[in-house]
């Protein structure tokens, strides 16, 4: 009997990796699921697993399940003819018949010797290397191949042969038993919105809103073909123009489902019409609109096109119905299923949205219904519901000028979404058609705002809108705010300050709180590389002021810098207190663009508080809200995902997150986060074992921020690294120089989270100039000082150096001992990175990956010091080119390593 493995554990890199650790273990896997759903896929990417084995496959296809043998055909004619000639002969001629070489087998007997032909020729592959048959579409199997296939894995206890089949089924597999035990059934479940999404963004890129991959993971209920299908046919036809006009559902999927929906009698229309129109239907409120569930639906759940549920509740049978009834809907049904809800329902946003479908002329009474449903709509969490209420609100409103205050809104709504196109055509309408100059101004920051992280343009924008705010103090506030972000952007600090004082006073003048909280924020910010406790009253005034204020991006923008100040004095607590009380608050309030910028303080402050695998899931989920709403700017996510990999996931996406993040920033011309890019990019070059490669980014970082005014060193906690990266590579005098430097800033802003790092790196330094054992000591004393340290993860990186001083002081058990406490602690913040390196270093310190090589490996390993070539070395020791190359291969994975460099480097401490 085989095992099951729950599905909702199981995704695609979930599947992927079950499913590999089951082939590893000698386990054969069934997948299994409906069309679509990625089945083939995971075949494909595990026909690899098994180290070594013959790979025999076939993929079966209805139109051919009538032709016996056929699938016999595709998994051994090749194998027949290389090892047919170790069949004994009958059994040779009767499989050559099954396989379409002569005479088809017609007698019971030959059947039986086709059968033991095919056992005898499994058992011959196998006798010289383990065999995995894989097999797709496992329900098309012709009947006479699944009848050997059967006899053949009731005989293979034993035998190194595994199968990897997949079967399309909705209710459970049905043939379990052409695989041999022990067999698992992986079940796929459905990709979850996200997975969606990258389904998507890799197919088309990033043409489909947000709201568009929410319909379609909603309409294909998570399976991959139905989300590409509705998501090609969206980039040809265009996105719908708003929540309730039906999706465009292709002819490859209509053929699927189709069928169940011909037999229903015209009569069912309007009641599935309705049930396709409603938000959240029942049979109380088919009741409501004057219809009978039962008696109008019957054939519907007959036909299993209709499913019911708990408290009345009732629901397609798969979401893609719903689209495709109301798609195919009759206009005048259509707007009589809307006609009977609006009537029917009480609650004010859905009754608004179905009156806007029956009313579509202007009707100023409308429009405040409207207007009124959105404003619900966002105190419920639910801004891009809000958004296309107050676009319809909008379209119903008569008077041209109203109608443009009402666009604003609209757009101001799609912006919090992340809706960026929406936004920004929105603004775009509201500032042609608007008269009154605060909706003008409003419209052109929005518009300065969906500029993103290029803010090279907006200049214009600017003076344009300071032009128009006619001596009103609340908008002076909030254009000389935007005027001291751009200042900032262009590196003038001096400006930016002097804008944002301006902006106080205006803001105060008006009494415009909310302005008020956001540009006080901004102030401590930046100032906080000049007096810290100046900075940090300020940061905390703005977070006390916002109390009881709506939500509102300047709050959240308040409340966010308080909590950073927190955790760059070391208040880390505190600081995770208020991060996650702010992300809840933002998920609540559903505004995905603020959720992006809190989930990048919420992975920077995880990340000090040793909770590394929790800043993981919070910056990749930041990574790819960027990627959503972006608008081709995506910097800042890049650079929190590049952190956050090197911290807690792989050394390999932290480095290609940061290339890209280095591209996007130079892109944007956003220095501000381009230094943090570059700075990133550095830190993992050093992480891999590359000082020298990473002084160049390094540098890069560095002089940006000297340009840029002076340096917070709590900021980013990278200068450290700088040091230790110019120490390993030789320039001591340059090491000491930025060591200086930063030292003296830390000291003057009493920046104490950044001590420890930097005596990490001076103690570094003078192992490096030949005093390790000086270095130790002063380092062991830190350490003792800091054993408390707020960042636990600094403090495990000082432990990791001290082992490397050690070692160069000859103390071998001292670097030990040290090398084991820093593991124990990376492993406590689930630093996998960085214990993994940590851990190679224990094993060549420990001797267990030098005292086996062999001659041949060692003669390389001189070579390699000398600085041959490969050609060389293979000329050297009578090995061909390929055979260095794979011992070579084999040495890097024994000692950590990636370039013969980095080999020959490792090997000189060992000696």
Known sequence: MGQRQPSGQVGRDGAVGVARTYLLAGTSVLVVGPPGIGKSTVLATLADAVPGARVLRAAAAEVESGLPYLTLVD????????????LPGHLRAALDAALLRTVAPTTPQDELAVRLAVLELVRILAAQTPVLLVIDDLQWVDEPSAGVL??????LAGLPVQVLAAERTEHGPLRTHLCPEPYVELPLRPLDREAVADVLRERFGTVLSPAAVDRIHAASGGNPLFAVELGRALVERGEPGDALEPLPVPDRLRSLLSARLAAL?????LALTVLAAAARPTRALLERCGLDAGAHLAEAFAAGVVTGGTGGALAFSHPLLR???????????????????????DDPVERARHLAVVRPEPNEALAVTLTDAAAVARRRGAPVVAADLARLAAERTPDPGWAADRRLVAARHAYASGLSEEARRLAEDALREASDPATRVGARLLLVDLAGQDQSAVGPVLEAAFQETELVPALIAQVRAYRARKAFYDGDTESALAELKRAEQAAEQAGDTECLV????????IESAFQVEAAEELMERAATQSRGLPLSSAVVTARQMAAMARVMRGDVAEAVRRVEALRVAVERAGTVRDLSTVLASVASVYSRAGRCADALAAGRYCVRLFADIASGAPGPGLVVGAYVELGGGTVERAAEYAAQAVDACLAAGDEDWLKLAYAARGQVLLLSGEPVAALEPMRLAYALEQRRGPIDPALLVWHADFVEALALAGCRDEAAEVLDEIGGQARRLERDVVVLGLARAAALCAAVGGAPREGARDLSDALTIWADHPYPFEVARAWHVLSGIERRAHRRGAAREALLEAISRYTACGAAPWRATAEAELARLDGARTGGLSDSERRIVELVRQGSTNREIARSTYLSVKAVEANLTRLYRRFGVRTRDQLARVLDEER
């Open 323 to 345: 689209e495709m009834v109301y798609a195919d809907s009759d206009p005048a049904i259509r707007r009589a299923a809307h006609e009977k809800l609006a009537g029917a329902l």
């Open 265 to 269: 009698p015209p009569a069912a229309g």
């Open 150 to 155: 059967h006899f053949v894995a009731r005989r």
């Open 518 to 525: 956001e540009v006080l924020a901004w102030r401590g910010s």
């Open 75 to 86: 998994l051994f004619g090749a194998a027949l003819g290389e090892q047919g000639s170790l």
